[in-house]
């Protein structure tokens, strides 16, 4: 069974520091690519950061240089490092394993929520 845990979320305030973990299971976690994604309330889900298998990274640009993502394969865990926090960046989180090989190996975390607020 495969399992895709989020945590780290929290409240901090803008300009302050979280690290986001996602601990996956159940599969061979050097082969998946991984992503973390947000949802603001109201707001669709979108792309925040992914890095291959290979260790190419992309970010959204509203992120960039702010947001670090790495992955660690001998923990099946995989880092969204996010500094200088906006009011903005407040959602909940959600990590996904994804194999692309084939459309069937894509699992998402239940998300994490981070809230930005003074």
């Known amino acids: 069974q495969v399992r895709v845990v989020e945590s780290g979320g929290g409240l901090v305030q803008p300009g302050g520091s979280l690290r986001l973990s996602c601990t996956v299971s159940g599969v061979i976690f050097n082969v998946y690519a991984m992503a973390w994604y947000r949802q603001a309330p109201g707001k669709e889900r979108e792309l925040v950061a992914k890095?291959?298998?290979?260790?190419?990274?992309n970010y959204a640009d509203s992120v960039k240089g702010r947001f670090a993502i790495s992955r660690d394969n001998d923990e099946n865990t995989c880092y969204l490092q996010m500094n200088s926090l906006k009011f903005e960046d407040t959602a909940v989180y959600y990590c996904r394993a994804r194999w692309p090989v084939a459309e069937e190996y894509d699992y998402w975390g239940q998300g994490t929520q981070v809230t930005v607020s003074s």
């Open positions: 890095i291959t298998s290979g260790g190419t990274i």
